[in-house]
């Protein structure tokens, strides 16, 4: 593989792991302290919603998982038309 290549699939790679298991740990966190307790089994409950959510297809839940690589794409396209202007 390619060293561009290679590095593009490692940071996608990078970017789903931390969706699938940081973001909905911290959005656990941070809803906890904005509304209150998670009624669905806690932290758990929540990962594991999500990944059901993931597994039937629903697009919020992709949405979410892949915004992290998401914002990365944003951020370099944002950065090479700013450069290019």
Not at 2 to 19: D, S, T
Not at 50 to 56: C, K, M, N, T
């Amino acid at each position: 593989m390619h060293g561009r290549l290679r590095n593009e699939a490692i940071l996608a790679v990078l970017m789903l792991a931390f969706g699938l298991f940081i973001l909905p740990v911290a959005i656990y966190f941070v809803g906890q302290q904005i509304i209150g307790e998670y009624e669905g089994g806690g932290v758990i409950g929540l990962v594991l919603a999500l990944w059901s959510a993931l597994v039937r297809a629903d697009a919020v839940a992709w949405v979410l998982v892949l915004s992290p690589w998401l914002v990365v794409q944003l951020l370099r396209l944002t950065w090479k038309m700013w450069r290019w202007a």
